[in-house]
């Protein structure tokens, strides 16, 4: 297992928190921190989402389902791009 | 529109606070009260987290633990905030989600700008920067946050006066990325209290000031009024969600 934070910096402050098993898979994520989401528990219907994703398209599906969700003080597409290259540089570090 | 004003500034702890904020939203929605502002005081001080927000990483539990400071978390997103009994009144306020309160961004500034007003009125040249805040002088003086359910809005925040800041710091924890980006060291610099601005406060006249302001940032006749028994029976029912460590600490 191994966990990965980040601290992101955009209007808000986002935090992401990732424990991934040895093979890559997202077992948990937290995506905590000042910023506003409309609705809230839209939030954690993506976390759930990612649960179980070890891919680049995995990730991209689970964002996609944030139709109608407004999120302030976040960008999105950049989360998204952080979390990816999160998933990507284990399976590179795996390889090694 | 017509505004039904709440003055609630007796005090009565965060998880009432916090309960009552929840039952007025939603009482609102079901069409049980009309619209209402609401302006109180969290008596002892206390601490709110953001929905969203870790706590650990949000406040300074050990020193909460010292001083026995009660705290719980928001159904609304945004950050931590230290409510001092002696120095910071908060306000919320329950509409429907309609015309120009549609747009989330343009309801903060809609909203906001009824502290604009008061502030303004008082002496201080308050701005209104997006997504939620107030500041004088580029410090931040107000903080609000919204959540929204089956077409109404809870909009709450705060107006610091006389905020113990020395407090604030210790309770509340910034993300040191937060403050690089701002150029600054610590919160105490980012932050700023009426009382540093116009000099003493008279509450009076600063409560009588917000409820001129919202009533303009809303274009609505204010009444006022008391909360109902049902309120209270309903805030009654959510009171133990905010003293619960399940919610508490659930992110």
Redesign the interface.
Known sequence: MRQVSLILRYTKTVRLDVILSENCEVRDITISGDFFAYPEDSIERLESRIKGCSSEECIEKAFSELIGVTVLGVDVEDLKRKLIRVIKSCGENSEK | MKLRVVLDLEGRDVYWQMAIDEALLALRSRGEIPSTLRLYRFKPSAVTI?????IS??VNLEFLSERGIQFTRR??????VYHDTNGEITYSVVLPVEGSLTD??ESYRIICSGLVYALRKLGAPAEFV???DVVVYGRKISGS?????AGYLLQHGTLMYATDLDTLERALVA?R??LE?KGIRSIRERVIVLREVIGDINVEKLVESLVDGFSRALSAEVYYDELSESELRVAGELVEKYRNPSWIFK?
């Open positions: 953001g929905y969203f927000q870790k990483e949000a159904i609304t997103g945004g950050g931590s989330v961004l997006p997504v939620n946050a919204q959540t929204r359910r993300p990325e937060k980006s992110r």
